[in-house]
């Protein structure tokens, strides 16, 4: 995946091809990167298994497979000029797409196994084992937003017969002006933004587990304040999902969408607050 992603930069600057507005070699970089934090990180963690070694070793090996076979295809389709998600103008496009989906669907689930096994064992200390555990939580519940993605839009329903079937923008068409680098709509509202949020849960809940065991002396004080950052980031994945359904570009935020927000930083200033101060006790 690091060298697909050097292959993808490369590509973005000697290749003037674009698909929907956007260079054809965008997307095979993003991916290369997504996936080489996601397969980094999950190698770390598995190497702190204790038990269930062998159906974490089997799941590593589908979520590698399936991940080189997502990818590949996204590679392929740009390198031919065509687009890779949503495409079903021709036989072989819409077969592309459609063992994409059925490669995502395995590959969840085989993550899932891989959730079940870290949540069993954990890390060595409760602030870790809860940050791994709601990581993973979060991240199963940002690949999943992927398959809403895939679903007919109205639009798209109302007519026999489309080449296109699914969509990541709401209350605009795809491939419309977009974000530097992400390409995320600035005229829309989009779903990948909810998307690529929850997939890079993990990292964040990691790194905020590193940054208070680097701080915070506290045991039972460091578990207070992942389960604060774990909720916070649940709500900014919900808020920016919202605010995507809604049809709203992420960088003009309405006046509801700024309460929500300010609601959110409210709630968890207050929580990091209480976390902070409350005693602990004997129990704990």
């Known amino acids: 995946m690091a060298a697909l992603a050097l292959v993808g930069l490369v590509g973005l600057i000697v290749d003037e091809r674009t698909i929907g507005g956007q260079p054809i070699w965008l997307k095979p970089l993003k991916f290369g990167v997504s996936f080489t934090l996601y ?58 797409f459609r063992s994409m989906g059925m490669v995502i669907a395995v590959l969840w689930l085989a993550t899932v196994v891989v959730a079940v096994l870290l949540w069993r064992q954990g890390m060595p200390d409760r602030a870790g084992t809860w940050s791994v555990r709601l990581g993973m939580v979060l991240l199963l519940v940002g690949m999943a937003q992927g398959f809403f993605m895939i679903a007919p839009t ?93 049809g709203q570009p992420l960088i003009h935020p309405d006046a509801l969408t700024w309460t929500a927000f300010g609601a959110l930083v409210v709630a968890t200033v207050l929580g990091a607050a209480f976390s902070w101060r409350r005693r602990a006790t004997p129990a704990e």
């Open 39 to 96: 397969a980094l990180t999950l190698a770390w963690l598995l190497a702190h298994l204790r038990r269930g070694a062998r159906g974490a070793r089997w799941a590593a090996w589908i979520i590698a497979v399936m991940s080189v076979l997502e990818v590949g295809l996204i590679t392929f389709q740009a390198a031919r000029g065509r687009a890779s998600h949503f495409n079903e103008l021709t036989p072989l496009d819409a077969a592309i």
């Open 154 to 246: 109205e639009e798209q329903l109302a007519i026999d017969e489309t080449p296109i079937v699914g969509a990541h923008a709401v209350g605009v068409p795809d491939g419309g002006p977009g974000l530097p680098l992400t390409g995320w709509s600035t005229t829309g509202g989009d779903l990948r933004i909810g998307h690529f949020v929850g997939i890079h849960a993990l990292q964040a809940m990691l790194l905020v587990w590193m940054f208070l065991s680097w701080r915070v002396t506290d045991p039972q004080r460091r578990v207070r304040l992942v389960f604060v950052s774990g909720f916070a980031y649940l709500g900014l994945l919900v808020l920016v999902t919202w605010q995507a359904l809604r």
